[in-house]
């Protein structure tokens, strides 16, 4: 299995709205990333998790909180977004360690924020 | 800190080469990437090179690497309508930080 999976696909919410983003990996892969990606630009890191510890906090606000629960799965908890914070979400994975680190990318989360 | 550009914009003609290109800053990259976004998906790598070759061939992707010039090059043989799509380069270094530095995109457009 070479697949990172999300979900939701597409997700709406409000500004007073609480919700999850989900990503999944089946790859043994030990290190895991958020990033965001606003239309015609390249992707922006937010968070790294190594073998399950957060290693990696781009100055991310705090309405954004993420989650390791085991070396599988990272969720991105959203609360209290902003409009300017409607984007497309993208989880990757690589095999972590200090070697070549090719990141796998999963197909994203399309957040719209009224 | 790192700079990677890349040209905004390149249209060729199905069935003609097309060459990507891009220029990174930090000498220190070692691991030089390209990925393929199509229009509402997420990024799926087609190649990489390390920094002690100068060329990777892989089916119709061709790799250049020229380390003087800091310049990593993507060809594309016989491009196609499916190749339409938006192309990053990315570049890694080895001391076990795991950041990708972005390039800004080139939007590929193949004309039937």
């Known amino acids: 299995d070479t697949e990172v999976t999300q979900t939701p696909k597409h997700l709406v919410m409000g500004m007073t709205n609480k919700k999850s983003l989900k990503c999944e990996q089946h790859m043994g892969h030990r290190a895991m990333y958020w990033y965001k990606q606003k239309a015609k630009k390249p992707p922006e890191l937010m968070f790294v998790?190594?073998?399950?510890?957060?290693?990696i906090n781009e100055s991310v606000p705090s309405r954004f909180s993420p989650e390791c629960p085991n070396s599988s799965l990272l969720n991105l908890h959203l609360h209290a977004l902003q409009p300017e914070d409607s984007a497309l979400y993208l989880c990757?994975?690589?095999?972590?360690?200090?070697?070549?680190?090719?990141?796998?990318f999963g197909p994203g989360t399309r957040l719209t924020v009224l | 800190g790192e700079d990677v550009e890349q040209s905004l914009f390149l249209s060729v003609r199905e069935g003609d080469s097309s060459v990507i290109n891009c220029t990174y800053t930090d000498s220190s990259s070692t691991y030089l990437y390209w990925y393929k976004q199509e229009p509402g998906a997420g990024l799926q790598l087609l190649t990489y090179?390390?920094?002690?070759?100068d060329m990777k061939q892989d089916q119709r992707l061709t790799v250049l690497l020229n380390k003087k010039d800091k310049h990593l090059s993507l060809r594309i043989a016989d491009t196609q309508t499916g190749d339409s799509a938006i192309y990053f380069c990315a570049v890694s270094r080895t001391s076990g930080t795991y950041k990708y530095i972005f390039g800004t995109g080139t939007r590929l457009k193949v004309l039937a």
């Open positions: 998790y190594s073998y399950e510890k957060l290693s």
């Open positions: 090179i390390f920094s002690n070759m």
């Open positions: 990757a994975s690589s095999q972590g360690g200090q070697n070549y680190n090719e990141q796998f």
